[in-house]
């Protein structure tokens, strides 16, 4: 049911604001409110300019959740919040970590949800680094390598 372009990029965008919203409450609340479709299209669309690839997860017709890749960075894990624990979001990052030798991404030191999800796909900490917001930092992660000779994961519900 999954990949690519055949959702509208309207109702990927509004998924992934939607998701977005859902996950950012530390920030203050107008902040959150503003991060609408039309912003996650400019964020999107930008990272498209820059190369990047991006996958969407279809569920019963829509828009359910969305990753990307830029280099071997997977960025932009985000599902819908009516779908997940539906294993969606593995199929994504499962999806987008076999298009790269070695797939790396970046954690929130507060999402602890989305830790456990990499670590039981074999990520682990690099120990690098940086700071986010107020005391939160992203946490580099890298994933399990791959000798290429594995079949690409097909997601399908
Ligand atoms: C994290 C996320 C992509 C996982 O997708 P999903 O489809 O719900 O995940 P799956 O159904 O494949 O796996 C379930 C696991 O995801 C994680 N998870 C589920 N809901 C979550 C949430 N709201 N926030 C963070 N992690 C979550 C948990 O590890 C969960 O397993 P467990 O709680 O039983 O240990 C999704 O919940 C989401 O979009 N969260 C908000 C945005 C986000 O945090 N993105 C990651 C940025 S690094």
């Known amino acids: 049911m999954?990949?690519?372009?055949?959702?509208?990029?309207s109702a990927?965008?509004?998924?992934?604001?939607?998701?977005w919203r859902s996950s950012h409450g530390f920030f203050p609340a107008e902040r959150v409110a503003r991060f609408d479709a039309a912003?996650?299209?400019?964020?999107?669309t930008?990272?498209?300019?820059?190369?990047?690839?991006?996958?969407?997860?279809?569920v019963h017709g829509r828009c359910g959740?969305?990753?990307c890749l830029l280099?071997?960075?997977?960025?932009?894990?985000?599902?819908?919040?009516?779908?997940?624990?539906?294993?969606?979001?593995?199929?994504l990052l499962a999806h987008a970590s076999a298009q790269v030798h070695t797939p790396r991404l970046h954690v929130l030191t507060i999402?602890?949800?989305?830790?456990?999800?990499?670590?039981?796909?074999?990520f682990r900490f690099t120990g690098n680094r940086r700071p986010f917001y107020e005391g939160i930092m992203e946490l580099e992660m890298i994933g399990?390598?791959?000798?290429?000779k594995v079949p690409l994961a097909t997601i399908s519900h």
């Open 2 to 9: 999954v990949t690519s372009q055949e959702c509208d990029f």
């Open 65 to 67: 959740g969305i990753v």
């Open 144 to 148: 399990p390598a791959h000798s290429g």
């Open 12 to 19: 990927i965008a509004g998924c992934y604001a939607a998701s």
């Open 71 to 91: 280099g071997d960075e997977i960025s932009k894990l985000y599902v819908h919040p009516e779908a997940q624990n539906l294993g969606i979001g593995s199929a």
């Open 111 to 122: 999402n602890l949800g989305a830790q456990r999800l990499y670590f039981r796909h074999g």
């Open 39 to 44: 912003a996650g299209a400019g964020i999107l």
């Open 46 to 58: 930008e990272l498209l300019a820059q190369g990047g690839r991006l996958w969407a997860a279809k």
